[in-house]
């Protein structure tokens, strides 16, 4: 039997949010993003493990559930001025969702979060990576 070398294992997981709006009224008057527009927004989380469990995963994509139904829930259709307490950039909501996960999600799951990517096109997106813990 060969030595496996040392390494961790990642794996992704996509969300799609649909019809999602808002207006970014921090920025200048005569910015186009001020006024509110919309995105199908595809979130993606990205988690790790140093080893897997005895079926050879980081984690089950179907634990992963309670945050498809939290960002249906809570984003889906949804103006995010009315839905959100701060300004809400890609990048700030891409925060708040890996925040959201690691209180909510990760407990209950084997793998790590890594990272939230929020994408507003196939061209644009923000990442929160996660930092190491203190």
């Known amino acids: 039997m060969t030595t496996q070398p040392a390494g961790r294992f990642t ?3 996509s969300f ?3 019809g999602v709006s808002h207006e970014l009224r921090l920025l200048p ?3 186009r993003c001020r006024r509110n527009h919309g995105h199908n927004y595809v979130v993606t989380v990205t988690m790790t493990a140093a080893e897997l469990d005895e ?5 089950d994509f179907g634990d992963l559930n309670p945050f498809r139904w939290y960002l249906g829930e ?3 259709h949804r103006y995010l001025n009315d839905v959100v307490e701060f300004h809400p950039t890609s990048e700030l ?3 708040h969702l890996g925040c959201w996960f690691i ?3 990760e407990p209950e799951i084997r793998g790590r979060l890594v990272s939230v990517q929020v994408a ?3 061209l644009s997106s923000a990442l929160w990576e996660r930092g190491d813990p203190a």
Request: charged share 30%.
């Open 55 to 59: 079926l050879g995963l980081v984690t």
């Open 103 to 105: 209180e909510h999600i």
């Open 11 to 13: 794996v992704s997981k």
């Open 16 to 18: 799609e949010l649909d």
């Open 93 to 95: 909501l891409a925060q």
């Open 74 to 76: 809570h984003f889906n």
């Open 120 to 122: 507003e096109t196939r």
């Open 29 to 31: 008057e005569e910015h």
